[in-house]
């Protein structure tokens, strides 16, 4: 399984911006879709966007307009620019990959087999 590697987040006042960075390693080719999750305290993991290796990206909802995905593939890397940030947003910040090579996108944690550490991200109101 590759290794994930978030890096970013931080500490922000609301209506702020941050950027969280992943970076894989140990797998052969960068053909992964690649998802960004996220789980607060006393809360459920959730999907927050995610891009195929094609290149399309998807938003949850409340995502859409603030959040942009990008990656890198010659890098093997995935970033996040967040925007407009608000309290509710403040969570630990995961990436995630599946184990094999796929063009298919899951906005389900069980979708993926390779998650990272976390990066913190807290957004003061």
């Known amino acids: 399984q590759a290794q994930l590697v978030e890096s970013g987040g931080g500490l922000v006042q609301a209506g702020g911006s941050l950027g969280l960075s992943c970076t894989a390693s140990g797998r052969t080719n960068s053909r992964y879709s690649m998802g960004w999750f996220r789980q607060a305290p006393g809360k459920e993991r959730e999907f927050v966007a995610g891009m195929r290796w094609s290149g399309a990206a998807y938003y949850a909802d409340s995502m859409k307009g603030r959040f942009t995905i990008c990656r890198d593939n010659a890098k093997d890397t995935v970033s996040q620019q967040m925007n407009s940030l608000e309290p509710m947003d403040t969570a630990v910040y995961y990436c995630?990959?599946?184990?094999?090579?796929?063009?298919?996108?899951?906005?389900?944690?069980?979708?993926?087999?390779?998650w990272g550490r976390g990066a913190q991200v807290t957004v003061s109101s």
């Open positions: 995630a990959a599946p184990s094999r090579p796929c063009n298919g996108l899951s906005s389900s944690p069980h979708g993926y087999d390779s």
